[in-house]
Protein backbone atom coordinates (compact mmCIF):
# COMPACT_ATOMS: atom_id res chain seq x y z
CA UNK A 1 0.00 0.00 0.00
CA UNK A 2 1.41 3.21 -0.63
CA UNK A 3 2.25 5.63 1.72
CA UNK A 4 3.02 9.74 2.03
CA UNK A 5 4.90 11.25 4.44
CA UNK A 6 5.27 15.21 3.85
CA UNK A 7 8.05 17.12 5.14
CA UNK A 8 9.61 20.92 5.35
CA UNK A 9 6.62 22.89 6.48
CA UNK A 10 7.36 25.88 8.72
CA UNK A 11 6.54 29.71 9.56
CA UNK A 12 8.12 32.28 7.22
CA UNK A 13 7.79 35.83 6.58
CA UNK A 14 6.12 37.28 3.63
CA UNK A 15 8.32 36.89 0.79
CA UNK A 16 10.24 33.61 1.91
CA UNK A 17 10.67 30.85 0.61
CA UNK A 18 10.25 26.86 1.58
CA UNK A 19 10.81 23.98 0.25
CA UNK A 20 8.46 20.93 0.89
CA UNK A 21 9.20 17.10 0.74
CA UNK A 22 6.55 13.96 -0.04
CA UNK A 23 8.31 10.53 0.71
CA UNK A 24 6.38 7.99 -1.02
CA UNK A 25 6.65 4.54 0.11
CA UNK A 26 5.08 1.22 -0.77
CA UNK A 27 4.51 0.75 -4.29
CA UNK A 28 5.24 -2.63 -5.90
CA UNK A 29 7.09 -2.05 -8.56
CA UNK A 30 8.95 1.07 -10.52
CA UNK A 31 6.49 0.61 -13.39
CA UNK A 32 3.73 0.83 -10.78
CA UNK A 33 4.81 3.92 -9.45
CA UNK A 34 5.78 5.26 -12.58
CA UNK A 35 1.40 5.48 -13.33
CA UNK A 36 0.93 8.01 -10.56
CA UNK A 37 0.50 11.88 -10.06
CA UNK A 38 1.42 13.34 -7.28
CA UNK A 39 -0.18 16.00 -6.27
CA UNK A 40 0.03 19.16 -3.73
CA UNK A 41 -3.15 19.97 -2.12
CA UNK A 42 -3.61 23.15 0.67
CA UNK A 43 -6.72 23.91 3.09
CA UNK A 44 -6.52 26.74 4.99
CA UNK A 45 -9.02 27.05 8.29
CA UNK A 46 -12.39 27.44 6.77
CA UNK A 47 -11.38 26.95 3.27
CA UNK A 48 -12.09 23.99 0.71
CA UNK A 49 -9.06 22.01 0.29
CA UNK A 50 -7.40 23.31 -3.08
CA UNK A 51 -4.96 21.67 -5.55
CA UNK A 52 -2.14 23.76 -5.71
CA UNK A 53 0.61 21.65 -7.95
CA UNK A 54 1.32 17.95 -9.46
CA UNK A 55 3.71 16.13 -11.19
CA UNK A 56 3.22 12.88 -13.45
CA UNK A 57 5.98 10.52 -12.62
CA UNK A 58 6.46 8.59 -15.35
CA UNK A 59 7.32 12.00 -18.02
CA UNK A 60 7.77 14.87 -14.87
CA UNK A 61 4.95 16.26 -16.73
CA UNK A 62 3.67 19.28 -14.43
CA UNK A 63 0.58 20.92 -13.35
CA UNK A 64 -0.46 24.20 -11.60
CA UNK A 65 -3.16 26.25 -10.40
CA UNK A 66 -3.06 30.01 -11.59
CA UNK A 67 -2.71 31.56 -7.58
CA UNK A 68 0.79 29.58 -7.81
CA UNK A 69 2.13 29.65 -11.47
CA UNK A 70 5.78 31.73 -11.37
CA UNK A 71 5.52 31.15 -7.58
CA UNK A 72 5.84 27.57 -7.01
CA UNK A 73 7.70 24.56 -8.76
CA UNK A 74 6.88 20.86 -8.55
CA UNK A 75 9.85 18.38 -8.74
CA UNK A 76 10.56 14.95 -8.51
CA UNK A 77 13.66 12.98 -7.35
CA UNK A 78 13.06 9.68 -8.74
CA UNK A 79 15.84 7.51 -7.06
CA UNK A 80 14.81 8.62 -3.53
CA UNK A 81 11.24 8.28 -4.66
CA UNK A 82 10.42 12.06 -3.34
CA UNK A 83 8.41 14.73 -4.60
CA UNK A 84 9.13 18.27 -3.82
CA UNK A 85 7.30 21.68 -4.05
CA UNK A 86 9.72 24.48 -4.06
CA UNK A 87 7.36 27.51 -3.13
CA UNK A 88 8.68 31.44 -3.68
CA UNK A 89 7.51 34.78 -2.97
CA UNK A 90 5.26 33.48 0.23
CA UNK A 91 2.09 35.41 1.41
CA UNK A 92 -0.18 34.95 3.29
CA UNK A 93 -3.17 33.69 1.41
CA UNK A 94 -0.60 30.94 1.15
CA UNK A 95 -0.75 29.79 4.84
CA UNK A 96 -2.49 26.85 4.91
CA UNK A 97 -1.79 22.84 5.79
CA UNK A 98 -0.12 21.59 2.73
CA UNK A 99 -1.00 17.41 1.21
CA UNK A 100 0.56 15.20 -0.78
CA UNK A 101 -1.72 13.27 -2.37
CA UNK A 102 -1.36 10.04 -5.07
CA UNK A 103 -3.62 8.62 -7.62
CA UNK A 104 -3.16 6.34 -10.70
CA UNK A 105 -4.85 7.16 -14.23
CA UNK A 106 -5.87 10.76 -13.55
CA UNK A 107 -8.56 12.19 -15.21
CA UNK A 108 -8.86 15.73 -13.40
CA UNK A 109 -5.62 16.78 -12.17
CA UNK A 110 -6.94 19.04 -9.65
CA UNK A 111 -9.91 17.05 -8.47
CA UNK A 112 -9.63 15.78 -4.84
CA UNK A 113 -11.81 12.42 -5.93
CA UNK A 114 -9.31 11.38 -7.77
CA UNK A 115 -6.71 10.63 -5.19
CA UNK A 116 -6.56 7.75 -3.52
CA UNK A 117 -3.89 7.82 -1.14
CA UNK A 118 -3.21 11.24 1.01
CA UNK A 119 -0.37 12.03 3.47
CA UNK A 120 -0.70 13.79 6.61
CA UNK A 121 0.25 17.22 5.95
CA UNK A 122 2.59 19.38 6.75
CA UNK A 123 2.03 23.12 8.26
CA UNK A 124 2.75 26.42 5.95
CA UNK A 125 2.36 30.02 8.27
CA UNK A 126 3.25 32.81 5.89
CA UNK A 127 3.28 35.92 8.39
CA UNK A 128 3.34 39.79 7.28
Known amino acids: QVHLVEHGGDSVQAGGSLKLSCVVS????????????LTWFRQAPGKEREAVAG????????YYADSVKGRFTVSQDKAKNTVFLQMNSLTPEDSAMYYC?????????????????WGQGTQVTVSL
Open 101 to 117: AAGRYVGDRFGRSEYTT
Open 55 to 62: IHIRDSST
Open 26 to 37: GYSSDSYYNTFD
